[in-house]
């Protein structure tokens, strides 16, 4: 049966491609390639004779376009024979374009929804809008979400976890008064007193010194601490990190370098702050390669002292945490140096001032004003001839007699450092809970803003809320899904870190190490696209971004940059590689091999690459298995190359940086891959009543992220151009399904009006 459509008799099973050729032409989003993959359906689909083909095909000759009037020609057909849809019925190009035959009878035999399905995957459109926009109705709103059912107050309950009535406590004590962001003046020297104090109030509670021994006022339980660590990021950084300097590293090093004598001289006064002190590792010259600090540590056997010294201008401590200003000693790492041999970095305690002054041979300067994080003082030091007694040196695992004899229970010096630095990793593992926290704080006030924040609407109808937009959506819910995913990630690295022992401490490192780095890394994208969400509001420096965009900044560099810490990941990830291999015989291996082989084989698998059945997509066997693909590549491709340097005699320092951006991917996809893992694991944990959320918010975090890294599974054969388009829609129906629970999963976060502070937030729309 024929139709009237540009002045041709059109053959019924012609018209349903109207639609998606009408959205191609209109927007000039069809491409020479694009004209190929339709033309190829075409000619693999038994739904058109070749008559209708040859039609289709001129109407796609880019030399030929269909002019001005052919195209309204085509619309005006298209509303016409559609106008008896519903306005709130949302389909997709090919649904329409079977509509308009809607009546005359398709042959069974003709596969034409099939085909266009298939044509609307090829030109990559988002067909549902495409389709509103093409028949006047609103294009951007997605459908209203369904009332949340989630139980906020059983998800408060399982994220705070068995600490939960600390963190309330930690809660609660910033409503008072005392502490209200309203005090923070804009003076840099004021503002430093004021942090100090705020931080001598949460001493005084006994939270700094919760890590000590009960000797020292503490409960001896790390994971006391860093659950107020956490909690304080939800407050003002600038206390967070003051008191992450006074009482994780000035305090943490004396106690996990020192012996019992440091621990009872030190550590009450350091946990009530009245000894305020600072961390001083970090080197103007060198940065992250401590090893090869210059200060120096010199053993003086007439004096029973070491003389510290700092041998040139790049030497000097840099950036030191409390130094410009609070610090009356320092942890000091330096080259122990007894009987004319060098036996690498230690830590000593450096007095540095008095009630009077700094002392003497002890030079201080102040770093100044910072990009945030005003209410810390950081300064650099010099040493000048410093005498130091002996009893100072931190001396757990390298101590030195009265005669200068040197012993270690740590006979190699390169072990006994690294087991040095892998004692300190508590820095790494608390710096992502301050970050997440801030993330955390974004997102309640960016998602409550949304909630209530109005504009523009169907036409004759009232604004609708923002997080209606698919767009805003797309924003923040899967910003959401990850800082769900980071909550259990870096309860695994904190419960790791926590239950380390001598024989799994690298990999506790590397743990920490990469969670850091993707966290932070998270934090500083999350507080800028929820910045922006909020528009000119959230660049008011009342609605905290300002703040909390600075302070967070340096996240991303201290503690380690965090590209060479994930280069610090993929190594401990090659050396359990090469040990796994070192340690099997031959069968052992070659078992090994095959099961790789028969892995690649099944997981690039057609059916597998090319499956985008919904039931699929949101499977954990689909997207476990793609995180663990990803891994597992890299992995062996990096250690293939690097053999390969190695083995044509190039040096093995020279083969890792060859290697270096290849191995950075490689610690970014284990560190993903655990992540998941953890989240998966939290989720099945999880009170029944709280688990169909968080499934979906496992589901927007797996698939968001193969959807980031949709390039390097495509590169790889791992999913076909087809099942990458079917992921994209499957995130933004996840995203809709979150945004019915947005408001909800964030209250679960427990923070408080009092503590949000912000009055988009809180107040908004103002009265």
Known sequence: MNKEVSGLNVDSCVLPFLPMLYVAWSDEVISPAQIRSIENVLSTSNCLQADQRQLIQKWLDPANPPSPSELQSWLSYIRANSSELPIDERRSLAELGATLVEGDALPKSCPTVNALNEIETQLGVLGEEATAEMLGKQAIVADKPAQSNVDVKTLNAYLDGEHAVLRNSVRQFFLDPKLSLDRIPENKDDYRELIFEWCELAAQKGWGALAFPEHAGGKNDVALYMAVFEELGYHDLSLTIKFGVQFGLWGGSVFWLGTEKHHHKYLKDIGTLALPGSFAMTEGGHGSNVRDIETTATFDPDKDAFILHTPNELARKEYIGNAAVHAKAATVFAQLVTNGESHGVHAFIVPLRDNDGTLEGVRIEDNGRKLGLNGVDNGRIWFTNVVVPRENLLDKFGSVDAMGNYSSPITSQSKRFFTMLGTLVGGRVGVPYAGLSAAKLGLTIAIKYAEKRTQFGPGGSDEISILDYTTHQRRLMPLLARAYAFHFGQQYSLGRYVNKTEDDGQEVEAVAAGMKSLCTWFTTAALQECREACGGNGYLWE???????????????????????????????????????????????????????????????????????????????????????????????????????????????????????????????????????????????????IQEPLLDLERLYALSMIEEHKGWYLENGYIEPRKAVYISKMVDELCLKTRADSAELVDAFGIPDGLIKAPIATEYPYQ
């Open 543 to 689: 609605n905290r971004f300002a703040d909390m965009k600075a302070d967070s900044e340096i996240f991303t560099t201290f503690e380690g940059d965090n590209t060479v810490l994930l280069q610090l990941v993929a190594k401990t990830r090659l050396s359990q590689f090469k040990e796994s291999f070192g340690n099997m015989g031959f069968v052992s291996t070659m078992r090994f091999v095959t099961d790789i082989a028969s892995t690649t084989i099944s997981e690039l698998n057609p059916v597998i690459t090319r499956n985008v059945d919904r039931e699929h997509l949101l499977s954990r066997s689909f997207y476990t298995a793609a995180f663990k693909y990803r891994e597992s590549y890299l992995l062996r491709l990096v250690a293939q190359r690097l053999r390969k340097r190695v083995k044509s005699g190039m040096d093995s320092f020279d083969a890792v940086l060859e290697c270096q951006p290849m191995m950075v991917d490689l610690g970014r996809a284990y560190i993903e891959r655990l992540v998941l893992e953890q989240f998966v694991e939290g989720v099945k944990a999880a009170d029944e009543s």
